[in-house]
């Protein structure tokens, strides 16, 4: 066989090894176990980017929760779902004042009196709007002031004692405001309405004038004895109100009442709450059997 030949028979030999191994090479599968070409990896780019923009989560990647996003945890999440009930229970006090022009509506004389309550209450609240179930024992109980009727003449003034009080049953209806997004702080509108009974004793006794006959001033009048003592002029039987007398109530022809009604309308509330199952709530209404009142509560969220 000639140089030529054998040459020419070698480069086919070569020529068809290349082929080959190209050819091996080109069906290898990639290392994820499937073939990839350029198309179907630029597309597989451009859907990630697509569902990072939608906002879809990677596999492995978590969503964060709202607790996460506030940076609070723990007691510190005070945050409220407005969808769902929230109860709580607690302590109240509240304060009335009645101012004597209140009273001078009805009576002559008299003096402006502090009424403290205190009792527990109950909550509960949902979508903005909370009620408030409280039982109270309210103090009515005043020193010595001079009353008469209003059309009565200036010889029907009496002293009058008070030894009442009120245990009150009473509900609140208000409607919230919130004033941050972590439910710390909210503002509250409404009013409330309520039944007491009334016990204790309310004395009224005669008197005439001492020193003075000024019926802002009781150390200025004197009592009565008995009909016609030592005053004949103020101390006529009209009532026989001498001694120790004790009003009847309602049901016995007195004027001393039974029940006791709480009409508040408005009242403005502010709540803060500092941890997850504590708050405290400043009120301040006005009450139209007992005056202008304010208070607190601390209650436990339950």
């Known amino acids: 066989m000639t140089r030529k030949a054998l040459v020419a028979r070698f480069a086919l030999l070569t020529l068809g090894a290349c082929l080959f191994v ?3 090479a080109s069906a290898q599968p990639s290392e994820d176990g499937f073939d990839k070409d350029v198309d179907d990896t630029m597309a597989g780019k451009a859907n990630d980017k697509e569902e990072a923009a939608a906002g879809d989560k990677m596999p492995g990647e978590k969503e964060k929760t709202k607790t996460e996003e506030s940076g609070d945890t723990g007691i510190w999440d005070t945050k409220e779902d ?5 109860r709580y229970i607690g302590l109240r006090y509240r304060h009335a004042i009645v101012p004597k022009g209140i009273l001078n509506l009805f009576a002559d004389g008299g003096a402006t009196v502090g009424v403290p309550m205190g009792g527990l209450e109950f909550g509960t609240r949902r979508d903005r709007l909370e009620y408030i179930f409280s039982l ?5 109980s005043s020193g010595d002031m001079i009353f008469k009727g209003k059309s009565q003449p200036d010889t029907a003034y009496e002293r009058v004692q008070s030894d009442l009080a009120v245990i009150f049953g009473k509900v609140e209806i208000l409607y919230e405001v919130p004033l941050d997004k972590k439910s710390r702080f909210s503002l509250l509108f409404g009013g409330g309405v309520g039944i007491g009974g009334v016990i204790g004793d309310l004395h009224r006794r005669q008197v005439y004038p001492g020193t003075g006959s000024d019926p802002a001033v009781p150390s200025q009048w004197n009592d009565c004895t008995a009909r016609d003592e030592p005053d004949a002029t103020y101390c006529a039987n009209d009532n ?3 001694g120790n007398y004790a009003e009847p109530s309602w049901a016995n022809g007195g004027s001393k009442p039974f029940i006791f009604p709480w009409i508040a309308l408005p009242q403005v509330s502010f709540r803060y709450k500092p941890i997850k199952m504590l708050q405290a709530r400043a009120d301040v209404g006005f009450a139209i059997s007992s005056g202008v009142y ?3 509560s601390i209650d436990y969220i339950l």
Do not use: E
């Not at 109270?136 to 009515?140: P, Q």
């Open 294 to 296: 304010f208070g607190a």
């Open 136 to 140: 109270s024992y309210a103090d009515y």
């Open 82 to 86: 407005p969808t769902k009930a929230y």
């Open 22 to 24: 190209a050819r091996t």
């Open 240 to 242: 026989g109100h001498f």
